[in-house]
Every structure is written in C-alpha cells, then in structure tokens.
C-alpha cells in the first residue's frame, strides 16, 4: 500500500520563471486540464463507460504591472500576444522537503487589461493564458 506525503507548500516557497527571469512582482498564478468526457450509452438508461475527448490546458498569471510592461518591452513588436513561452512554476519547501517542478509547455497569452481604482497602491493585472502541457518532476 501507498503512502503518501501531505507537504502543503506556501507561497513563499515558489518561483515563478518565464523566460529564465525569476518573475518578483507575481501575485498569483492558477494552471490546469481539463479533458472532454461524457457518458457512453447503449441499452438501458445507465452510462455503459466514459468517453474521453480533447484535452485543454490553461492558466492565468497576476503580475504587477511592472512585469507586464517588461513583458511587452522584451516582446516582438511590443505584442505579448506573439510570444510563445515556457513557465518554469517550483515549489521548494524551507524545511527541506520534497522539490515540485511543473514546467508549462508551448505558452501563449490570450489577454491582457490594464485598470485602477481610487485608492490602490499598485496595479495587478491578470494575464490567461493557454499551453501545450505539462512537464513534472518530483
């Protein structure tokens, strides 16, 4: 039988690297699959099995704008929409833990929004994205 480890990893304990620059001003970061599946019916009104479809990767990053302007200046024609990139995400533990690397493959932005309110500090702005796949070590 299996055990397995529970290692929460913090925040403070990732990295974030797009284009081998460590991004500093990074607020957040979300990334996933998702995989077409639905019933298989034939006789009766039970599903029989799953169908798999096609398999969609996404994500989002929420940067300073700081780094998005870095991000556009670094940019063919000044356009983050023609870039294509990996994202390097590691999870190091401080307690010296097991090390997690997920490397997001074949990345492309579908957007960015640039926006304030009265009384912010900083401007966060949120950039999705879609990718090839994922590559993991453990």
Request: proline content about 4%.
């Amino acid at each position: 039988m299996s055990t397995f480890e529970s290692k929460q990893y913090s925040f403070c304990e990732m990295d974030v690297v797009i284009g081998g620059k460590i991004i500093a001003g990074l607020q957040g970061i979300e990334y996933g699959v998702n995989t077409e599946k639905s019933f298989l019916y034939g006789r009766g009104c039970k599903p029989h099995g799953i169908q798999h479809g096609n398999t969609e990767y996404e994500g989002e990053l929420s940067v300073w704008q700081s780094e998005l302007e870095a991000l556009i200046r670094d940019a063919p024609k000044n356009d983050i929409m023609k870039l294509r990139f990996d994202i390097v995400v590691s999870y190091v533990p401080h307690d010296g833990g097991p090390i997690v690397v997920d490397t997001l493959q074949g990345c492309e932005f579908k957007s960015w929004k640039k926006g304030m309110n009265q009384g912010d500090k900083n401007m966060e702005v949120k950039l999705p994205f879609i990718f090839l796949g994922v590559k993991k070590t453990i």
